[in-house]
C-alpha cells in the first residue's frame, strides 16, 4: 500500500468525522484522567445525550498536559468555538449536554478556555499563560487525537516522516539528526545522532531497536503520558531507526505500573501492522520491521541501559562494565540501539521540518525541548514541554501557576532520585542539560517537584535514599553498602540521633559512593544528601544540634498538640477518630493529646474543622513532663 | 482452574527459549496472583534452568510476589510526590487497619497491602490503587472508609 492512499483514506475518514454536523464531546482519558473519574464524565455524557434523543459523538483522546484541570473535556459543536471545561463530575456532563445542546447555553462557568489549534495541528489553550510558554514537539498530538485510532495520526501528517525516510539514504537521516543536534531525552543527554551512527557502523547482525519506558523516577510521568496520548509517533521514530540501521526487530520497555500504556501501545503496534507501517515489506519498500512490547516487573535499575537489555533476555537485570557499549554488543550481544520515549518522539519531526529547524530551538548545547513532569506544591501540576534554556522561574510560576496556598517555594528538586535539589534562589537559572549540572542536579528524566516551607531537605534526601538503597542491584560495593550506611547516618539525623560528626560522614560517604559505582544508579543516588547538604546545611544543623525539624515532618522531633482556647468543647472529632485513644477531654471538656500514647498519625490534625485549627505540629517535640 | 492447570496453559503458549521467562513468570503472577515455591520449581524445569536461578530473578523485581494476593490488593504510592504529600502517614494507616505489614497479606485473604513506586497521577497525590482503581487525595482519615467501602462491596455482591 502506498503511503499517499493510506493517507488520503485517513484524511477523508478524519474529515468526515468532524464534518458530520454531530456535536463532538472529546474527553482527556490518560491514567491522570481516569484516576479522578474522566471514564464516569464520558458515561454521563452519553446516558444524557441518549436520554435526551440529542446526536452527539463521545471521544475519548490523551492528556493535554493539563493534568490538574482533569476530568476534562471539549465540545465541538457547530457555528460555536471549541470550548474546553475542567474538573467536571457526572452532574456537570449531564448540565452541559442539557444546557449547551438543548438550550445553547454552553456554562462557560464550568469552562477553562477554548480550544484553538496552531500552526502544525498542536492544540493550545489562549486563555491559559502556559500554553504562550510552551513549544510543543514531543506533545504535538498529547489531547488532540485518539489514540487508539491510528488514522487520526495520519491524518494529522504521522508516518509521513517514514514514507520520507524510506526513500533516503541511512547516511543522510543519520546526518539530518546530527544537524538537529538532539540529545537523549533520557537524561544523559549523550548526542543521539552520534549514537545512531556508531550503531550503523558496528558489525553484527541482526540489529535491534529499543525504546526505553521504563519511566522509574517516582514523581515523572511525562514518557507515561507520550505512550498514553500518541503511541504512534514513538513507533514511528522506531521504525525510521530500524531502517537506518538496518534493524527488524525493536522492543517497547515499558514499567508495569502503566498498563493503560502497555495496553495502548500493543492496539496501536496492532494498527500500524494493518496498515503496512509496521511488519513485512513496509510500504512496498521492501523493509521489515517489528516491535514488541516488553513489560517490566518492578525493578529501577532496569531504566540503566545495560540492565534493561538483560532484563529482556531473561536474566537477572544488574548493569555490566562497559564498554562494550551497547551500540556494539547489546541485547543478546548484537548491536542494539536504545533510545528513550521522547527521543524517538523528536525523530519524526526531525526528518520533516529538516535538522536546520529543530537546531534553533533551545540553547548553544542542549538544542530542541524538553518535557517536565510537574508535581509536589506546585497549583498547576501537569506536564509541560519547553524550549531548553526557559528558566526554572518561568515554569514554575508562567506555567505552573506557582506554589499552592501562595507559599513559598523553598527548592525545586528535579531529576528524582538521580538529581538534586536546587534551592529557589537559583530559580532564574535556565534548564538544560549543562546548567542543570552545575548546580549539582540533573535532568534525569524529567520529574520537577516543587517543594515548600513544609517540606523537610533532610527527610527529602532520605526518602531518595531509601528509594536508591532498596533499588541498588547490589552489584557494586559502594553503592550495595554506601547508600544503606548513608541511610542509616540520614535516619539517625532524622530521629534526632545525629552528631556534627555525621554531616562530615555524609559528605565523605557520597563522594566515594560516586567514584566507586559502575552505573548511574549509585553514581548519581548521592545527589540529594550533595546537594542538600550545600544549600541547607542549616537545616541539617538544627536537626542535629537543637533536635528539631523546621518544616515539622520528621516525626521523631515534633508532637501533635491542641491549642488549649482553640478547642471546641462540643466537638468531639479528634477523640473519635484518634486510632491510639490517646485524645481525652480534661473537665472542661477541652480534648489533650497524651503525648505517650500518641503515634503521630496525624489524623486529628485532619479531622480538626478548618475554622478551629486547633491542632498544630510543633517541633522539638513536648517533653515527657509536659504531657 | 488448579494452579498447575493454569501453569500448564501458559507454558503451552511459550517456547522455552531463555527471553520468555519474564512474560511466562508476569502471567503466573498476574493470573495465580503470586508465585509459590512449586511454581517456581515448575518454570525452572519448563526452562531447563536451576531453580536458584528462578529466585534471583524473582526476588530481584518487586513486582513478583511470593505471597498469595488478597481479594483487595492495596498498593500505596510512595513515589516524591505522594511521598512529599503525606504518603508514608497512609501506608501507616492501612498497616494498623489491617494488622498487616507491608508485603503480607490479612489472614482471611481479603486484604493485601503493597508499596508503589509511583503511578503517574502525581497531581492528585497522594494516592492508592486498588485492582484498577486510583484513589485520589488520600489522607489517614480515609483509609477507614476506603476499607469499609471495599468490605460492603464485598457483601452485597454476595448472592446470599
Same mark, same amino acid.
Request: charged share 25%; with cysteine; glycine share 10%.
Given at each position: ?16 468525522k ?12 490518560a491514567?491522570?484522567?481516569i ?44 457555528? *460555536? ?5 475542567? *474538573? ?52 504535538? =498530538?498529547a ?9 487520526? =495520526? ?11 525516510a ?54 515523572? !510521568? ?6 498514553? /496520548? /500518541? ?14 540501521l538496518?534493524? @527488524?526487530?525493536? =522492543? ?22 494493518? !496498515? ?25 535499575v ?7 537489555m ?31 520515549v521522547k ?40 506536564l ?34 538521580s ?25 534525569? /528524566? ?31 560495593? !559502594? ?37 566507586? /559505582? ?8 548521592? *545527589? ?36 488549649? @482556647? ?22 472542661? @471538656? ?38 | ?27 503466573? #503472577? ?23 536461578e ?9 513486582k ?7 481479594? #483487595? ?7 516524591? $510526590? ?5 504518603? #508514608?502517614?497512609?501506608?501507616? $494507616? ?21 508499596v508503589? $513506586? ?6 492528585? $497525590? ?35
Amino acid at each position: 500500500m502506498k503511503y499517499s492512499h493510506i493517507q488520503e483514506e485517513s484524511k477523508r475518514y478524519q474529515r468526515e468525522k468532524l464534518s458530520s454536523g454531530v456535536p463532538k464531546i472529546f474527553i482527556g482519558c490518560a491514567t491522570c484522567g481516569i484516576s479522578v473519574g474522566a471514564l464516569e464524565v464520558a458515561d454521563a455524557f452519553e446516558k444524557e445525550l441518549k436520554k435526551r434523543h440529542l446526536p452527539g459523538e463521545i471521544i475519548k483522546v490523551g492528556c493535554l498536559g493539563i493534568c490538574f484541570a482533569e476530568p476534562l473535556a471539549y465540545i465541538m459543536k457547530d457555528g *460555536n468555538p471549541t470550548i474546553c471545561y475542567k *474538573n467536571l463530575t457526572p452532574e456537570d456532563a449531564s448540565r452541559i449536554v442539557y444546557n449547551y445542546f438543548v438550550e445553547d447555553d454552553p456554562c462557560l462557568d464550568l469552562a477553562i478556555g477554548t480550544l484553538e489549534i496552531k500552526e502544525g495541528d498542536i492544540p493550545y489553550i489562549p486563555e491559559l499563560e502556559r500554553f504562550e510558554k510552551e513549544e510543543r514537539i514531543i506533545l504535538r =498530538y498529547a489531547g488532540a487525537i485518539d489514540p487508539e485510532e491510528i488514522r487520526e =495520526y495520519i491524518a494529522m501528517g504521522g508516518y509521513e516522516a517514514l514514507d520520507k525516510a524510506l526513500t533516503l539514504s541511512k547516511e543522510s537521516i543519520i546526518e539530518e539528526i546530527k544537524r538537529a543536534g538532539l540529545r537523549g531525552l533520557g537524561g544523559a543527554g549523550f548526542p543521539a545522532g552520534m549514537k545512531w551512527e556508531e550503531c550503523l557502523k558496528a558489525n553484527g547482525h541482526p540489529k535491534y531497536i529499543i525504546c526505553n519506558g521504563d519511566e522509574g523516577d517516582p514523581g515523572a !510521568f511525562m514518557d507515561r503520558v507520550i505512550m498514553e /496520548s /500518541s503511541p504512534h509517533q514513538v513507533i514511528e521514530g522506531m521504525v525510521i531507526a530500524g531502517y537506518t540501521l538496518g534493524a @527488524n526487530q525493536g =522492543y517497547i520497555y515499558i514499567r508495569s505500573e502503566y498498563p493503560l500504556a502497555i495496553e495502548r501501545c500493543q492496539i496501536a503496534l496492532a494498527q500500524a501492522r494493518d !496498515f503496512n507501517l509496521l511488519g513485512k515489506d513496509i510500504l512496498g519498500k521492501g523493509f521489515d520491521f517489528d516491535i514488541k512490547v516488553f513489560p517490566g516487573a518492578g525493578a529501577f535499575v532496569c531504566g540503566e541501559s545495560t540492565a534493561l537489555m538483560y532484563s529482556i533476555e531473561g536474566k537477572r537485570p544488574m548493569p555490566r562494565v562497559r564498554p562494550p557499549h551497547s551500540v556494539d554488543e547489546g541485547l543478546f550481544r548484537k548491536p542494539t540501539l536504545l533510545n528513550n520515549v521522547k527521543t524517538f518522539s523528536c525523530i519524526p519531526p526531525i526528518l520533516l521540518k529538516g535538522g536546520k529547524w529543530f537546531s534553533k530551538i533551545g540553547t548553544l548545547h542542549s538544542k530542541g525541548t524538553t518535557v517536565f513532569a510537574l508535581a509536589g506544591k506546585i497549583k498547576d501540576s501537569g506536564l509541560v514541554e519547553v524550549r531548553m534554556g526557559t528558566t526554572l522561574k518561568e515554569v514554575i510560576y508562567h506555567i505552573g501557576g506557582g506554589i499552592k496556598e501562595d507559599k513559598k517555594l523553598k527548592a525545586i528538586q528535579v531529576g528524582g532520585p538521580s538529581g538534586g535539589c536546587i534551592p529557589a534562589q537559583f530559580i532564574d537559572t535556565p534548564v538544560d542539560f549543562d546548567s542543570l549540572k552545575f548546580l549539582g542536579s540533573m535532568m534525569g /528524566s524529567g520529574g520537577l517537584i516543587a517543594v515548600d516551607e513544609e517540606t523537610c531537605m533532610v527527610d527529602i534526601a532520605k526518602y531518595f535514599l531509601t528509594f536508591t538503597q532498596n533499588e541498588s542491584c547490589g552489584k557494586c560495593t !559502594f553503592c550495595r553498602i554506601g547508600t544503606k550506611h548513608l541511610l542509616v547516618l540520614l535516619e539517625e539525623i532524622t530521629k534526632g540521633e545525629g552528631t556534627p560528626e555525621h554531616l562530615q560522614l555524609l559528605k565523605e560517604l557520597s563522594e566515594e559512593v560516586v567514584e566507586g /559505582s559502575l552505573c548511574g544508579l549509585g553514581q548519581t543516588a548521592p *545527589n540529594p544528601v550533595l546537594t542538600t547538604l550545600r544549600y541547607f546545611e542549616d537545616e541539617y544543623i538544627a536537626h542535629v544540634i537543637e533536635k528539631r525539624c523546621p518544616a515539622l515532618v520528621c516525626r521523631d522531633l515534633i508532637s501533635y498538640f491542641i491549642i488549649y @482556647n482553640k478547642c471546641q468543647r462540643s466537638c468531639d472529632h479528634c477523640v473519635l477518630k484518634c486510632p491510639s485513644e490517646a485524645i481525652k477531654p480534661d473537665e472542661k @471538656n477541652i480534648k489533650i493529646i497524651d503525648q505517650t500514647k500518641c503515634i503521630k498519625c496525624g489524623i486529628c490534625l485532619e479531622v480538626c474543622p478548618k475554622e478551629y485549627g486547633a491542632v498544630i505540629k510543633v517541633s522539638p517535640k513536648i517533653g515527657e513532663a509536659h504531657a | 482452574m488448579e494452579e498447575s492447570g493454569q501453569i500448564e496453559e501458559i507454558f503451552r503458549r511459550y517456547s522455552s527459549e531463555r527471553e520468555h521467562l519474564l512474560p511466562v513468570l508476569q502471567e503466573i #503472577n498476574e493470573k495465580v496472583g503470586y508465585l509459590s515455591r512449586e511454581s517456581m520449581e515448575r518454570v525452572a524445569h519448563f526452562f531447563h534452568l536451576p531453580c536458584s536461578e528462578i529466585f534471583s530473578i524473582i526476588t530481584f523485581y518487586k513486582k513478583f510476589r511470593r505471597k498469595p494476593l488478597g481479594e #483487595n490488593p492495596v498498593h500505596v504510592c510512595l513515589g516524591t $510526590a505522594c511521598y512529599l504529600l503525606g504518603g #508514608n502517614l497512609i501506608l501507616d $494507616a492501612f498497616s494498623r487497619e489491617l494488622h498487616i505489614e507491608t508485603g503480607d497479606t490479612t489472614e482471611d485473604r481479603k486484604f493485601s497491602l503493597d508499596v508503589a $513506586a509511583c503511578f503517574g497521577c502525581c497531581n492528585v $497525590a497522594p494516592v492508592i490503587k486498588i485492582h484498577r482503581q486510583i484513589y485520589p487525595k488520600m489522607t489517614p482519615g480515609k483509609v477507614e472508609e476506603v476499607l469499609i467501602n471495599l468490605q460492603d462491596e464485598k457483601r452485597s455482591d454476595d448472592p446470599d
